[in-house]
């Protein structure tokens, strides 16, 4: 009898007839719930699923027949990954595909807060610019500065890749140390996250959501940055204290943040989008055609591979 999947979101014609080859697909229509979800999964033995759907312990609770997760993304937080493992349903996800996307995307929003490249759009815009003034809308320069980056895996080391045609200091805090050799390649620096606040012009963060990161940036941390500082977020929302920020912003004890990633996401918060020196976007960090077609491949790959009898080349545990 051939296998059956559940995929919650459109990935794409091409990845989902792959898929369709070895397995009979039920692509769940726009809007589904999370009851319409657990009584398909009550037929079939696989989902794919993505970053904004909690697969919690009650719904794996609800669906004893899943034996195998495919996520659409490389972040899993949103997985119940050790009770899943408890039930020995296999959990998968697609790293490597969207670091350079993510990387970009952290660069275009740190150099877009400290230029003001959203500010003065939306100024152009509403009609008020009024012609060149030596003193208008001056930014930070990014060049020559310092950066902070707060976890060293894939991403962060992509990002550093980046400072060094923006012939920045590098430091950065991590679980783990790299090697000498790749510190000296990258041109970084460990340091605690103390230092990683306090030294630097440039705060951006790269570490997955776990309950150990969990408001890692709260009050404390953003008063330990300089006042001229900039905080950028393409990881998780809830790394940051979300209204530890929103004082922060607004008794200006950092210049400015740019974020990819909310607390409660599709929710942000009005204060937050009232702000000129926030820049706001919609969790883009791997949006970009060949990513998220490499990222469908991958999903894709996980299960066939499963299908087949293999084991599939990235599975995650909790
Ligand atoms: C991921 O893969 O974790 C990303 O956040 C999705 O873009």
Known sequence: MRPRVVVTRDIGKEPLARLAELADVVLLPAGWTTSALIKELQTSEALLCNVTDTIDRELLRACPGLRIISNYGVGYNHIDVAYANERQIIVTN??????????????????????????????????????????????????????????????????????????????????????????????????????????????????????????????????????????????????????????ALKEGRIAGAALDVYEDEPHVPEALRQMEQVVLAPHLGSATFETRLAMADLAVRNLTAYFQGETPPHVVTG
């Open 94 to 247: 697609t790293p490597g595909v969207l670091t350079e996307a993510t990387a970009d995307l952290t660069w275009a929003l740190l150099l877009d807060v400290s230029r003001r490249v959203s500010e003065g759009d939306r100024f152009v815009r509403q009609g008020r610019w009024a012609g060149w003034e030596p003193l208008f809308m001056l930014g930070r320069e990014v060049s020559g500065k310092s950066l902070g980056i707060i976890g060293m895996g894939r991403i962060g080391k992509a990002v550093a890749e980046r400072a060094k045609g923006f012939r920045m200091r590098v430091v950065y805090c991590s679980r783990t140390r790299l090697p000498l050799e790749q510190e000296a390649s990258l041109g970084v620096t460990f340091a605690n996250l103390e230092q990683c606040l306090s030294e630097v012009d440039y705060v951006t963060i790269h570490c997955p959501y776990t309950p150990e990161t969990h408001h890692l940036i709260g009050a404390a941390e953003l008063s330990k940055m300089k006042s001229t500082a900039y905080l950028v977020n393409t990881a998780r929302g809830p790394i940051v204290d979300e209204q530890a920020l929103i004082v």
